[in-house]
């Protein structure tokens, strides 16, 4: 299959391939952003966990409570 038959699926890979890319990319941002590093310091804090990571932190108390 050549590039006159397979150009669909050429597109497809180049459009399937930049897409992941650029989620990646977003991910790895917001990892790094300065709103992902002052919530990490509220979470260090004992402040509320927004994405589930301080969950052993809630766990122990918990357990201290009963």
């Given at each position: 299959?050549?590039?006159?038959?397979?150009?669909?699926?050429?597109?497809?890979?180049?459009?399937?391939?930049?897409?992941?890319?650029?989620?990646?990319?977003?991910?790895?941002?917001?990892?790094?952003?300065?709103?992902?590093?002052?919530?990490?310091?509220r979470d260090e804090r004992g402040g509320v966990a927004i994405n589930g990571m301080q969950v052993h932190t809630f766990m122990?108390?918990?357990?201290?409570?009963?």
């Open positions: 299959m050549g590039l006159r038959l397979g150009w669909p699926l050429l597109l497809l890979a180049v459009v399937s391939g930049s897409t992941k890319l650029i989620i990646l990319w977003l991910f790895r941002w917001e990892r790094r952003s300065a709103a992902a590093e002052i919530v990490e310091r122990a108390k918990i357990a201290k409570e009963v």
